[in-house]
């Protein structure tokens, strides 16, 4: 198994800019999770979904970002217009209900707005 | 649902030293318990977990923890730390729904 993808692995943009990460869940995960880590703030919950739905959102900072979950193996977090603040690694992670919330963890994007 | 807290936010060990971190979890029914690692520059990955059974739960790279039902605490153990655990260190415990709550982490510095 591959394990949690997530591209790109980087992304320099600069502000105003909008910006799409994406992430490919494990096969059979029917959950999927977006996190944001930073020094100050330490790893945030923004958003997840179950089986595709959106089931908690209250992470989410603002308007500015948005999470889609098409289908069971593809999600995209976007964030329009981003902003220098929203500097940050962005992990996206997968769990299927069945194991226990154990959630698998993809490399993350590195996202830098000059 | 169950939250938790770990108190130490910042240790520095010599090599070979033994080592000990805090979780604490509130009551919320069934007790279902993590602890994740980061290494620098990397991603969490899953270092152990308990679902139920025997309390003392051994994990990866030579870590363990203890389910101690009437302290409410899961703290994590290495008789021996190496440079290489040098990491951030994550207790977690599932919410109401399919997500997890993680505790604040605890840096480890582990010196030579």
């Known amino acids: 198994d591959a394990g949690v993808i997530q591209s790109p692995r980087h992304e320099v943009t600069e502000m105003g800019q909008e910006v799409t990460l994406r992430c490919k869940p494990i096969?059979?995960?029917?959950?999927l999770f977006w996190y944001r880590q930073t020094m100050m703030r330490g790893l945030e919950l923004l958003i997840y979904f179950n089986n595709n739905v959106p089931i908690d959102d209250s992470g989410m900072p603002e308007d500015r970002f948005s999470a889609k979950m098409p289908n069971a193996s593809f999600s995209t977090l976007k964030i329009q217009p981003s902003e220098p603040r929203d500097s940050a690694v962005y992990f996206c992670?997968?769990?299927?209900?069945?194991?226990?919330?154990?959630?698998?963890f993809g490399p993350g994007t590195r996202l830098t707005v000059l | 649902a169950q939250s938790v807290s770990q108190h130490n936010h910042h240790v520095i060990l010599s090599e070979a030293a033994s080592l000990e971190l805090g979780c604490n979890y509130s009551y919320g029914g069934t007790v279902n318990l993590f602890w994740y690692v980061q290494y620098p520059g990397q991603h969490l990955q899953l270092l152990l977990k308990y679902f139920s059974g025997d309390p003392l739960v051994k994990g990866i790279k030579g870590f363990e923890a203890e389910f101690i039902k009437s302290k409410f605490s899961f703290n994590l153990r290495k008789p021996s730390v190496q440079w290489s655990d040098t990491a951030e260190y994550f207790c977690?415990?599932?919410?109401?729904?399919?997500?997890?709550?993680f505790g604040k982490g605890t840096s480890l510095l582990v010196t030579p």
């Open positions: 977690a415990a599932p919410n109401s729904g399919y997500a997890l709550n």
């Open positions: 992670a997968s769990s299927s209900t069945s194991g226990y919330n154990e959630q698998f």
């Open positions: 096969s059979g995960h029917n959950s």
